[in-house]
C-alpha cells in the first residue's frame, strides 16, 4: 500500500463533513456504475456526527445501492444503550427509510457468540459474493481509535489480535471484563478504502504514537491496520493531531 493520507481538520464538525462528502462520492460514482456498494460503519461516538450529516438533506446518497455493515458490536441486545447498531439506527437507518433494509446487523446479543461470528461472515459473503478462497474486500470501511489505541474491537493485547483465518470473531476484552464481535485485521486489510476518523485531545498522545511511533501493533492494535492493495486515510481533528510533528503548519 502507499504511505497513509492524513488529513487535519479543525474540529470533528469539519472532519465529518469531509468523510459525508467522501462516501457520498464513492456511493455515487458506484451507483453511476450500476454496481452495489459496501461499507462498513464503526459504533462509539465519534462518527455519530457523520451518521447525522448522511442523514439529512446536505449530500446525496444512492441508499438502495449501499450495502451496510458493521465493523465490531458489544454484547448488549440492540436496544441497549451501548449497542452500536442502537447509535447507528437512532442517528441513521430510522431517518433514511431506504438505508434501512440493507443494513446487516451483528447479533452479538447471542448467548454462542461463535456462531454469531460464523453467521455474520456467511451474510458478509454472500452479501459481497466474495469467492470462498480471498477474504471479503469492503468497499469502505469506516474505523474509530481508542484512547488505548484500539480499533474495531481489537484491543490490545487481546487474542484477536492475532486471528488469521476468520473474517469475524469474538474477542473476550479483560479490562472491559466483556466479550465484543469484530471484523478481523485481515478483513480490514483487504478492503479498497479505509478511513479513520478521530477527534479530541484526549487521544493526541496514543494518535503521535500510532502514526509516527516505532511499530507496536500489540500495544496500538490501530497500527496494524495497513490495507495491502487499498487507500488508508486519517481524518483527524486539531486536537487529536496537536502532538503530530507532520501536523506542524498543515490542516486539511
Ligand atoms: C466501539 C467501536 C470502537 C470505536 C473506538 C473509538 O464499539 O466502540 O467501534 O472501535 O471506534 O472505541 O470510539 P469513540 O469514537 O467513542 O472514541
Known amino acids: 500500500m502507499s504511505e497513509p493520507a492524513i488529513r487535519i481538520f479543525p474540529n470533528l464538525d ?6 459525508a462528502a467522501r462516501f457520498a462520492e464513492l456511493t455515487r460514482q458506484r451507483a453511476r456504475e450500476g454496481k452495489n456498494f459496501s461499507v462498513a460503519l ?27 455493515f458493521q465493523v465490531d458490536e458489544r454484547c448488549v441486545p440492540p436496544d441497549h444503550q451501548e449497542s452500536n447498531y442502537g447509535m447507528i439506527r437512532e442517528a441513521l437507518l430510522s431517518r433514511v427509510p431506504a438505508a434501512a433494509p440493507n443494513f446487516h446487523r451483528m447479533e452479538a446479543e447471542s448467548s454462542d457468540l ?25 468497499d469502505l470501511i469506516l474505523l474509530g481509535m481508542g484512547p488505548d489505541g484500539h480499533t474495531a474491537s ?4 487481546t487474542p484477536a489480535l492475532s486471528e488469521k483465518s476468520r473474517w469475524v470473531t469474538p ?19 483487504a478492503a479498497v478504502e479505509v478511513i479513520f476518523m478521530v477527534s479530541g485531545a ?30 488508508l486515510e486519517w481524518y483527524v481533528d486539531a486536537a487529536a493531531a496537536s502532538l503530530l510533528k507532520q501536523a506542524a503548519g498543515r490542516s486539511a
Open 14 to 19: 469539519g472532519l465529518s463533513h469531509a468523510v
Open 42 to 68: 464503526s459504533g462509539g461516538e465519534t462518527p455519530q456526527a457523520l451518521y447525522g450529516l448522511l442523514a439529512g438533506k446536505e449530500f446525496s446518497v444512492p441508499w438502495e445501492r449501499v450495502h451496510l
Open 114 to 138: 461463535e456462531k454469531a461470528a460464523r453467521d455474520y461472515q456467511e451474510v458478509v459473503a454472500r452479501e459481497l459474493a466474495s469467492p470462498k478462497d480471498q477474504w471479503a474486500r469492503f
Open 154 to 157: 481489537l484491543f490490545p493485547g
Open 171 to 189: 474477542n473476550f476484552v479483560a479490562k472491559l471484563g466483556t466479550h465484543r464481535l469484530t471484523l478481523t485485521y485481515p478483513v480490514l486489510n
Open 202 to 231: 484526549r487521544k493526541a498522545g496514543t494518535l503521535r504514537e500510532v502514526l509516527e511511533g516505532p511499530p507496536r501493533p500489540e500495544q496500538f492494535p490501530s497500527q496494524a491496520v495497513r490495507p495491502e492493495d487499498g487507500r
